[in-house]
Nanobody
Framework: QVQLVESGGGLVQAGDSLRLSCAAS????????VGWFRQAPGKEREFVGA????????SYADSVKGRFTISRDNAKNMVYLQMNSLEAEDTAVYYC??????????????????WGQGTQVTVSS
C-alpha cells in the first residue's frame, strides 16, 4: 500500500506559477506510475497528466499541455507538478494517484489505486 500527501497549493494570480508536490510513503513507489488529477466544485475529477515509474513517459491533458510539467524523484519518493501560466480555469483541488502498472499513463481515474487528500489551487483573474 502507498500513502500519498499533496502539498504546494495556494492562491495565485493568473499568469503565475506553482509547483505541487506528491510525497509517497510505502513500498516500491518507484514501480508505480503516478497521475495528477483535479476536481473543481460540481465537476468530475479531471485528468491533468501522468508519469511512468521511471519518468521516461509522460502524458498531459490538452488543456494543460505546454504549461504543466510532471517530474519525479524516486530517490525521494516524490512526484512534482510544475504549473506555469496559470489560468482561472485551473482552479480546483489537485490530487495525485498511483497505478501499479509501471508504464501506465492513462487518463481514467478508475485505473489509479491510491490517492492523496488533495491540495487546493485557486487562480484569481
Amino acid at each position: 500500500q502507498v500513502q500519498l500527501v499533496e502539498s504546494g497549493g495556494g492562491l495565485v494570480q493568473a499568469g503565475d506559477s506553482l509547483r505541487l508536490s506528491c510525497a509517497a510513503s510505502g513500498r516500491a513507489f518507484d514501480r508505480y506510475s503516478v497521475g495528477w488529477f483535479r476536481q473543481a466544485p460540481g465537476k468530475e475529477r479531471e485528468f491533468v497528466g501522468a508519469i511512468s515509474s521511471s519518468g521516461g513517459r509522460t502524458s498531459y491533458a490538452d488543456s494543460v499541455k505546454g504549461r504543466f510539467t510532471i517530474s519525479r524523484d524516486n530517490a525521494k519518493n516524490m512526484v512534482y507538478l510544475q504549473m506555469n501560466s496559470l489560468e482561472a480555469e485551473d482552479t480546483a483541488v489537485y490530487y495525485c494517484g498511483t497505478n501499479r502498472m509501471s508504464w501506465f499513463i492513462g487518463s481514467s481515474p478508475t485505473y489509479y489505486d491510491f490517492w492523496g487528500q488533495g491540495t487546493q489551487v485557486t487562480v484569481s483573474s
